[in-house]
């Protein structure tokens, strides 16, 4: 199935409907008159997108730029979900199964308070990525997002499981108040990462300049570092030998908290 | 009027101090005010300044027109607009905010207040950390420790520290300022660390690791080495500094931007607010926010009274949504996303970011204000109105959550605010063929 955009909306469309879950086995005349919001008037999908049934593989690809376009795919549970341009705030958020592609950039929140499933983005995301609404203490608890540009702040504030994974940069306080979970970033870290964490794991390939209250363990090679950067390269990500073979720093942290949380840092 | 008119006990509103010991004495002819006694530089100016002027009360694109006319051409700007925001509201008074929400709330609009340009992030750490806080009356009366961290009240609240913090006598501290002990956090030697007992000069940007220190220290955890280079505070000082804080009887820190707007915002803020609840492990310590605009904090709460949050608040499904960065307004403006634009009191074409104004540009926007701004200037609807305080009464928030009562001095020929906003709220009601049942 294939959804193009054919109006660009002229202020913020909420399309919760934009997910696999609701539009397969359904027909291109039932999709159309699915609800979305355009700003504060209630509209149908259609009024945005041509829709064009296809074969029944589990698959829709939503076409054109929806970077106005929010909360595509949230609380898709299963289905892909592929996204050919950029998309705006809150993709995949609250997901539980299923995956998502975008062949561009996201916004901010992109899988916020995800339970389960995967997210690929091939561009850049914005702030918050697998993080806590505000307010909230828990993140992302399950799945997995792969971001093969940067992300800006807070990547994975709060996050209690699964894997955020960031090829390019992230912004400061990436992994603020991880309770558990992995987040892996193969450029550089912002200022303050780990701020709060409880436990979990922040691995950067580059060299980074920690919080006062993190402390250096020891510089070792950790066989799981080997096993996780493995399945990233297969998962699309570019990581020299080095990396994978590489020793790392580790850091504990955060000492205000219970310091159980671990820093790595690739040490060739 | 024909005798001098002096009005006692006025209410300052120039700063978030909101002194309300002013003196006000008024010209004979009821057109100006010619004294206020008590008041400091900034709150005199801002009362001998005001005179009643002649601008048309109300210009569409430019053309004085009649306010009916205006409250019209705006309520039909924002009834046919799909993404109506409503923004300003800290200078001016509860009842005219809490028309602001009906109005935002009607339209399923935004609202948003300039709370979300300089504490924001302190609403957003009250909500992670919660607030330990008291009222400046308690802290004056108590508070043997008092500690102000990136802020300047010498220059920007005048009377802060005579009134309200440790230049003042306290009940239980007679000995005034000789019973304090007085610390300055900031990234320079301002006029207001040059009063103080301790002065930590951090290098900007690195409040977030100090406070992080601080905390660490309080705690009994590990705090590295490193930190005196990387912050330009040695251990020595933050120890001995924790050992005070810990070992007074009531303690206070004061924040204001220098912490709320620099990099790390709400962690910042969030890190101070932990600080002062670690404390209270050994002694009792509270944190109040030094706000700068007259009844900013009557804006947050009144926004949190009626929608539940404080600012960046979203209407769009018909229910108040709290989300800063996505709703709030510089954010709404500068993606693109705000189709009109409802101001009241204040200058967003003055101060927002480049990006932001641009979109101004582009949209209609309709403003409440007593002069001319920048903003009113590129309006498609702008109202004259008067100025609070000084010609219209109500009820203003002073920084530390006292709601106090205005007492005008003058009178205005122009409309107040609320007045403005009530029409502007009917006329709205009319034209989406809403009607509600008579009270
Ligand atoms: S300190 Fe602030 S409120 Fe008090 S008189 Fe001065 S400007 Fe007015």
Redesign the interface.
């Known amino acids: 199935m294939r959804l193009s955009l054919h109006t660009a909306p ?3 469309l ?1 399309t919760d409907c934009l997910c696999p879950d609701q539009l397969l086995g359904k027909s291109a005349k039932e999709i159309a008159k699915l609800l979305v ?5 209630r509209a149908e999908l259609g009024e945005f997108f041509h829709i064009q049934e296809g074969a029944q593989n589990g698959t829709v690809t939503v076409e054109g730029d929806l970077a ?1 376009v929010k909360q595509v795919g949230a609380g898709m549970s299963d289905g892909k979900l592929r996204i050919v341009g950029n998309v705006g ?1 809150h993709l995949g958020a609250e997901m539980r199964g299923g995956e998502i592609v975008v062949e561009g950039s996201a916004g ?2 992109v899988g916020r308070e995800m339970r389960g499933g995967r997210i690929t983005i091939l561009g850049d995301a914005g ?2 990525v697998g993080s806590a ?3 909230a203490a828990v993140g992302m608890t399950g799945g997995e997002i792969f971001i093969l540009g940067s992300a800006k702040n807070e990547v994975g504030n709060g996050m209690r499981r699964g894997l955020i994974a960031i090829a390019g940069d992230s912004g ?2 990436t992994g ?1 108040n991880l309770k558990a979970g992995t987040v892996v970033v193969l450029g550089n870290l912002g ?2 990462s780990g ?1 709060g964490m409880v436990r979990g794991t922040i691995l950067s390939t580059q060299p980074a ?1 920690l ?5 250096y363990d020891t510089t070792y090679r950790p066989p799981i570092v080997r096993t996780l950067l493995l399945y990233l390269r297969r998962q699309g990500f570019t990581i020299e030998d080095v990396y994978i073979n590489g020793p790392y720093r580790r850091f504990s942290g955060d ?2 908290e219970l ?1 159980k949380g671990e820093i790595l840092l690739y040490a060739g | 009027m024909s005798e001098a008119n002096t009005i006692k006990n006025a209410v300052c509103t120039f700063c978030g101090c909101v002194c309300d010991d002013i003196e006000l004495v008024v010209a004979p002819d009821g057109k100006s005010i010619t004294r206020a006694g008590n008041a400091c530089e900034l709150g005199r100016a801002w009362f001998l300044e005001h005179k009643v002027e002649d601008y048309p009360v109300a210009l569409i694109d430019g053309q004085e027109t009649s306010l009916e006319e205006a409250i019209e051409a705006a309520a039909e700007i924002l009834v046919k607009a799909k993404f109506p925001a409503v923004y300003g509201l800290s200078d001016t008074t509860c009842e005219a905010q809490k028309e602001a929400v009906a109005i935002a709330d009607f339209l399923n609009g935004n609202i948003d207040t300039t709370t979300s340009v300089c504490h924001g992030p302190s609403g957003m750490a009250f909500q992670g950390i919660g607030e330990s806080t008291a009222s400046l009356g308690e802290i004056k009366n108590r508070a043997d420790f008092i500690l102000y961290w990136g802020g300047n009240p010498v220059e920007a609240h005048p009377r802060h520290f005579e009134r309200y913090s440790f230049k003042a006598e306290g009940k239980y501290l007679p000995q005034g300022r000789a019973a304090r002990t007085v610390v300055v956090v900031d990234v320079r030697k301002t006029k207001s660390a040059q009063e103080a007992d301790i002065f930590l000069q951090v290098k900007p940007g690195c409040d977030f690791e100090v406070l992080w220190a601080l905390r660490a220290l309080v705690r009994g955890r590990f705090v590295d080495a490193s930190i005196e280079e990387r912050t330009g505070i040695s251990m020595e000082v933050l120890k001995d500094l924790v050992e005070r804080m810990k070992a007074c009887r009531f303690g206070v820190i004061f924040f204001g931007m220098g912490l709320s707007m620099t990099r790390g915002r709400h962690f910042n803020v969030a890190a101070l607010l932990a600080l002062a609840t670690d404390l209270n492990q050994f002694t009792h310590f509270v944190a109040n926010p030094v706000r700068g605009h007259g009844n900013v904090t009557g804006a947050d709460n009144v926004v949190s009274w009626q929608t539940g949050y404080p600012f960046g608040v979203n209407f769009n499904r018909g229910y108040p949504r709290f989300n800063p960065g996505e709703f709030t307004t510089v954010d709404v403006l500068a993606r693109g996303e705000a189709d009109a634009l409802l101001v009241v009191a204040s200058d967003p074409a003055a101060n927002f970011p480049r990006k932001a104004i641009e979109h101004l540009h582009r949209i209609p926007v309709i403003t409440l204000d007593p002069k001319p701004t920048r903003t009113s200037q590129i309006a498609k609807v702008a109202f004259t109105v008067a100025p609070y305080g000084v010609s219209v009464g109500g009820t203003v928030y002073r920084m530390d959550n006292v709601a106090l009562p205005l007492r005008p001095a003058i009178k205005s020929p122009y409309p107040s605010d609320e007045e403005i906003l009530r029409r502007l709220k009917e006329k709205i009601l009319e034209l989406k063929g809403i009607k509600r049942q008579a009270a």
Not at chain 1, 211 to 215: A, S
């Open positions: 002229e202020v913020p909420e919001f355009h700003g504060n008037q106005k705030a901010d929140w702030h918050l609404v505000r307010g400061d306080f603020v200022l303050r701020a300049e919080l006062p209250t993190f402390c000492a205000i310091n």
